[in-house]
């Protein structure tokens, strides 16, 4: 799961990408929305690192992680 906390006030959108830069997922979470997560499964995607974007109206917030 990614799930942002339940006091944002602002739609959020996540992107992750792999390491070429090919965006592997694309999800989106409605400020407004009773349940604040997106599902998505990182097991079927290669070996490798990835980059998780979070986008909180005008804050970016990047974090690497890796799947083994």
């Known amino acids: 799961w ?10 959020t959108s996540i992107e992750i990408f ?3 830069g090919r965006n592997v997922f694309s999800g989106f ?3 407004f929305s009773r349940d604040r997560k997106i599902m998505t499964d990182l097991t079927n995607y290669p070996k490798g ?3 998780i974007t979070t986008t909180l109206g005008n804050e970016v917030i990047s974090e690497k992680v ?3």
């Not at 990614?2 to 739609?11: A, L």
Request: glycine share 0%; aromatic share 10%; no cysteine.
């Open 2 to 11: 990614i799930s942002v906390d339940e006091k944002i006030s602002t739609n």
């Open 18 to 20: 792999d390491m070429t």
């Open 29 to 31: 979470i409605n400020a």
């Open 49 to 51: 690192a990835y980059v």
């Open 66 to 68: 890796f799947i083994r």
